[in-house]
């Protein structure tokens, strides 16, 4: 499948989930809903792969051209058509304005690049906003946004991001603005047998309310060595977006698992509950992870998740059940979801049947009150994003030792949406 092909699948998938959005807005909702996100989360990752096979694509095409493969001027099939030239070659020049912001910064660009890079309101200095639009196209504004880079430090954020590798809900917010969840609590309430002309009673349900703020994070400074900047051959905006997003997705995914909530986020660990506690202060037994997952209702194992420490993993690795299997599995899959390919395997790890994530930022020793493991719907744990990412450029602050520095600033919340019926269990290890 070539290029325009693929464009134009990405266009459909971009309007789809437009069409999903705005359904939301329109209903007077502050959230989707789990089937929504399952749908949303869907698209995006489809929407994630199209784009990385067009730049796959864009790459091929451009080596092609260098070793000398022309065209010869004529329509042949597959070629693109004049406007879907032009989005390609808006989307490069787009990409060469933030390469260039990069290397010269905001004073060094063209006019034509300055219009292509949104400036950052940091105090008159050298900066920009990263927005990922790239379910808008054309003149809506897609072409205000450096994909690639956005991407890039996308994938760095998600690769050390164990809250972000599982079902937990993403809610991306345009503004920074106190972001209210409502909770309700029915389960107390059942109905009632009535004898013929009685009047029904009444039972309210409790509603309660979760509000989720956008605490800032910032990357530190990057610093960069002008030789690589100066080096044309070399990847610079690749290198500086990952640099920042393994920053980010570090300390975000840290304050995801284990913040307090009070002036910062509320960690996944925190808004958990005990649900089982171990006889040993150091030792496991599969008994007690059974405890665990029936701690959690029923309701919410149907896309329970367990969650630990890779340390955790390797401990559970030696435990059997009653008939000396193994209770942690792995299973191995081809990437496209068949049988087993050479060099593309998917490793999938299971506890008790269950899906497992790897969350470093979770205790790793089996030791006296430790909290060993999660257990439950981590799709009810919520992670609110602030879209618009500011990156900052200081040009002349570490020249002296050669070098140009790169800020990126992040703002995020996270809470654990619990109405009373606790989704998330935790297992702790005995004092």
């Known amino acids: 499948m070539r290029v325009p092909e693929l464009l134009q699948k990405r266009a459909k998938i971009a309007d789809q989930i437009k069409a999903a959005l705005d359904k939301v807005s329109a209903e007077g909702r502050n959230c989707v809903n789990a089937d929504e996100q399952t749908a949303l989360d869907k698209m995006e990752a489809d929407l994630k792969g199209l784009n990385d096979l067009i730049e796959r694509e864009r790459r091929s095409e451009l080596t092609q051209a260098q070793l000398g493969n022309a065209l010869t001027g004529q329509q042949t099939q597959g ?13 490069q020049r787009q990409q060469d304005a933030a390469v260039s912001w990069i ?36 003149a809506s504004g897609g072409y205000t946004v ?19 590798s599982s079902r937990a809900t993403i809610l991306r917010t345009a503004t920074g603005n106190d972001l209210p969840m409502p909770t309700e609590n029915d389960t107390t309430n059942v109905g009632e047998l009535l004898a013929e002309s009685a009047a029904a009673g009444t039972a309210d349900p409790t509603f309660g309310q979760v509000v989720m703020k956008a605490y800032k994070f910032s990357s530190k400074v990057v610093k960069v060595p002008i030789e690589l900047i100066q080096d044309s051959a070399f990847d610079i905006s690749s290198y500086v977006a990952r640099k920042l997003g393994i920053r980010i997705g570090r300390i975000t995914n840290t304050y995801m698992t284990t913040g307090t909530g009070s002036s910062q986020p509320q960690g996944i660990v925190n808004g958990s509950t005990l649900g089982k506690t171990t006889a040993s202060a150091t030792a496991i037994t599969y008994a007690e992870l059974k405890d665990l997952e029936h701690s959690v209702d029923p309701a919410y194992r149907g896309g329970a998740e367990f969650m630990f420490h890779d340390l955790i993993a390797s401990y559970l690795e ?76 200081f040009a002349e602050l570490y020249m002296a030792s050669g070098q140009v520095g790169f800020l990126a600033f992040y703002r995020a919340d996270s809470k654990a949406l619990d109405a009373g019926t606790h989704p998330v269990s935790y297992l702790q290890q005995h004092a």
Do not use: C
């Not at 058509?81 to 032009?86: I, K, L, P, S």
């Not at 470093?360 to 060993?372: I, L, R």
């Open 103 to 138: 290397r010269r910064g905001f004073g060094g660009l063209n006019e034509e690049f300055r219009a292509l890079l949104p400036r950052g309101d940091y105090g008159g200095g050298d900066s920009i906003l990263l927005r990922d639009l790239s379910a808008v196209t054309g």
């Open 146 to 164: 450096p994909q690639g880079f956005y991407y890039t430090l996308t994938e760095a954020l998600k690769w050390y991001g164990g809250i972000r």
């Open 79 to 91: 070629e693109t058509t004049r406007d879907e030239r032009a989005v390609r070659e808006q989307a």
């Open 318 to 393: 030696k435990l059997v059940d009653g008939n000396s299997r193994p209770i942690l599995i792995s299973s191995l899959q081809g990437l496209t979801g068949g049988a087993v390919e050479a060099g593309a395997v998917n490793r999938k790890v299971y506890l008790m049947g269950y899906p497992t994530v790897i969350n470093q930022d979770m205790d790793s020793t089996v030791a006296a009150t430790k909290k060993t493991a999660l257990f439950g719907d981590l799709s009810t744990f919520h992670v609110r994003e602030v879209m618009d990412l500011m990156l900052v450029r």
